[in-house]
């Protein structure tokens, strides 16, 4: 089994992932009006009880639904219960690591553009720099001659 990295906004709770996704889809909207059957306090803590029921139902963790919800609110899609997300988690977290992969890499014509720049003055260092950085490193090269570029500017 393979670590997927959790993203760093994850909610830590059912209460937490929760309002994320009020704040996504509006699952669990409040409206003022309901003040008269149930206080607010009432009906958030029912609500998280429908959330932590259902993700313990289906065997999911917090990240799990967390993950599908972002996939979801990229892709589109109309989610109007917790439930609904159960079924994009496989490929939400299938998205999420080819973003990871695709945001770390930089465009070949990007990296290939940098190194003509430095071209006409062969004895550059960031010339050397940029044509033995491996391929795990470009990214970071990269970055840096980009700062670089800024500063001296």
């Keep these: 089994m393979t670590l997927r990295p959790i993203p760093s906004a994850c909610p830590k709770t059912d209460g937490q992932l929760f309002d994320r996704l009020t704040e996504l889809f509006g699952i669990g909207e409040w409206d003022d009006s309901m003040e008269v059957v149930m206080p607010y306090w009432k009906y958030r803590a029912r609500e998280v009880s429908k959330v932590k029921t259902s993700r313990i139902a289906s065997d999911k963790s917090i990240p799990d639904l967390y993950m599908a919800a ?48 430095e071209a006409d003055n062969p004895d550059n260092r960031w010339l050397n720099r940029l044509i033995r950085a491996a391929p795990a490193y470009r990214e970071e090269t990269y970055q840096a001659w980009l700062k670089r570029d800024r500063a001296s500017q």
Excluded: M
């Design 70 to 117: 972002l996939y979801c609110k990229a892709h589109g899609f109309d989610i109007r219960a917790v439930s609904w997300l159960h079924r994009h988690v496989r490929e939400s977290w299938a998205w999420w690591n080819a973003q990871q992969i695709t945001d770390k890499q930089t465009p070949p014509d990007l990296y290939g553009e940098a190194i003509r720049q």
